[in-house]
């Protein structure tokens, strides 16, 4: 039997990024979470072959503070929650504090960052080893180029599918996480060209607008309704305007997109049987209710949560939808003046 030792922290960071990087749309998802963290209004993201050789994200945002650029690269490391309270009363998006040691020991980064907008630091990292760190000027915010994704980790690498499935994985995250935040303007760039450009304005009709074009926006009718502990809305399509996968429904809980097949259902059933099989409506519900009646701390990628009240919640959503169809249906012509 081989001796009991413990791992490198490169080791162990590689085996930690299992849980979170599983391919480029993680490393997508967990920058432009940071860019959102940090109060970011405008986040612009760029790949090359499907984020495969390159993924920067450029934020507006707080930056990170040069002496902290090295912590913020550290495991379990974080701005953002310092007690076990805050634990379950989370009020960002990340809290882990594992992305940036995650993705930095499985690919090269170049992280520009700046607190003020005149001096800024870059550091230079890859596979979890720092290579270099200097002063340099830099705009307000950060810039992160994450290159070579999985160089060092081969047996990852080939799980990564076509350069297609990825990008469109891709495409599918930035749709999600800018319907989540209509205030931040999202640029996504593949292979000089634009796939995703959102106003940031706020306006979330106009923000369904750029993700799935004017038509389909202007058909959607929105929809609002509050109890003492949930606030619901958003925009739904009219059960003629549907699609063949469930796809097209994204629900946020206070402004973090999850996935939760309760309420998926709970919204397809205030359509009733006005869907036809195997169609689905395109959905946008914003769903706000106290960070302590949410439980992100139950999947390393955060993409399912635990809602305490989650029957009342699954009432709400079922019954305003109903109630939303069933007054369109009385009034045929109000369709036309939404
Ligand atoms: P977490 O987001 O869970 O805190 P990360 O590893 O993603 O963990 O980031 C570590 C820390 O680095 C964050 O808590 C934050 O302070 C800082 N940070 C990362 N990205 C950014 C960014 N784009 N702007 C400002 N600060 C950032
Ligand atoms: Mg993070």
């Known amino acids: 039997m081989a001796h009991i030792q413990r791992l490198s922290p490169t080791l162990s960071n590689q085996i930690a990024a299992g849980e979170v990087i599983e391919r480029p749309a993680s490393v997508v998802k967990e920058l432009v979470e940071n860019a959102i963290d940090a109060q970011a209004t405008q986040i612009d993201i760029v790949v090359k072959d499907a984020g495969i050789s390159l993924i920067k994200v450029t934020d507006n945002g707080n930056g990170i503070a040069a002496d902290e650029v090295e912590l913020a690269f550290q495991p379990h490391a974080t701005s953002k929650i310092s007690s076990n309270q805050d634990l379950f009363n ?3 998006l990340g809290f882990r504090g594992e992305a940036l040691a995650s993705i930095a020991a499985v690919a090269k980064v170049n992280l520009t ?3 003020n907008g005149s001096r800024g630091v870059l550091v230079q990292i890859a596979g979890g080893q720092q290579l270099n760190k200097q002063t340099v000027a830099a705009t307000k915010g950060t810039s992160i180029e994450v290159k070579d994704l999985f160089y060092n980790t081969p047996a990852r690498l080939k799980y990564i599918k076509t350069v297609n499935t990825e990008l469109n994985r891709i495409i599918d995250i930035v749709n999600r996480l800018a319907l989540a935040q209509p205030q931040i303007a999202f640029t996504l760039i593949n292979e000089q060209r634009n ?10 009709q106009q923000t369904i607008a750029g993700i799935y074009g004017r038509k389909v926006a202007e058909q959607m009718v929105s929809f609002e309704q509050q109890t003492s502990d949930f606030r619901i809305f958003g925009f739904i399509s009219l059960p003629q305007q549907t699609r063949a996968s469930r796809n097209y429904i994204s629900l946020l ?3 973090r997109y999850i996935i939760n097949y309760q309420l998926t259902k709970a919204l397809l059933a205030g359509y009733g049987s006005k869907l036809m099989v195997g169609r689905y409506p395109l959905a946008v519900v914003h769903i706000k209710m106290a960070p302590l009646l949410v439980d992100v701390n139950v999947h390393p990628t955060k993409r ?3 809602l305490s009240k989650e029957a009342q919640l699954i009432d709400l959503i079922t019954t305003t939808v109903a109630a939303k169809l069933q007054q369109l249906n009385l009034i045929p012509d109000a369709v036309h003046n939404l």
């Not at 796939?195 to 979330?204: H, K, V």
Request: hydrophobic share 25%; aromatic share 0%; net charge positive.
């Open 304 to 306: 399912e949560v635990r």
């Open 113 to 115: 960052t700046s607190t």
């Open 195 to 204: 796939l995703i450009r959102t106003s940031g304005n706020g306006n979330l």
């Open 253 to 255: 809980v206070n402004n």
């Open 90 to 92: 989370v009020k960002t």
